[in-house]
């Protein structure tokens, strides 16, 4: 079971670039699959970001393809998210959550965070 704490989020304009933080409690972190999600107003918590266990392999969706970067220090139980060139379409909440398999399907994932707000005004 992984406990996640993330942090990080904050308004920004567009084109800027924020780095979101999730630091896990689990003992055994490098067991596990994390992925970041978010959920913007009125719609449905979608996929981001995802890290393979050594980190060797990472997922994205398409639209933040190039532009934000998922990566993780298991000595430090820590996932991050870098975000650049923002958009306003960006603005949601932000997830880290675990997961046994690799995976984009947000129920594949569980011990969700508290999220994080991300805004970015045009």
């Known amino acids: 079971q992984v406990q996640s704490v993330e942090s990080g989020g904050g308004l920004v304009q567009t084109g800027d670039s924020l780095k979101l933080s999730c630091a896990a409690s689990?003992?055994?972190?490098?067991?596990?699959?994390m992925g970041w999600f978010r959920q913007a107003p009125g719609k449905e918590r979608e996929f981001v970001a995802a890290?393979?266990?050594?980190?060797?392999?990472?997922y994205y969706r398409d639209s933040v393809k190039g532009r934000f970067t998922i990566a993780r220090d298991n000595a430090k139980k820590q996932v991050y998210l870098q975000m650049n060139s923002l958009k306003p379409e960006d603005t949601a909440v932000y997830y880290c959550?675990?997961?046994?398999?690799?995976?984009?399907?947000?129920?594949?994932?569980?011990?969700w965070g508290q999220g994080t707000l991300v805004t970015v005004s045009s």
């Open positions: 959550a675990s997961s046994d398999s690799p995976s984009t399907r947000t129920v594949e994932y569980d011990d």
């Open positions: 689990a003992r055994s972190f490098n067991r596990y699959i």
């Open positions: 890290i393979t266990r050594s980190g060797g392999s990472t």
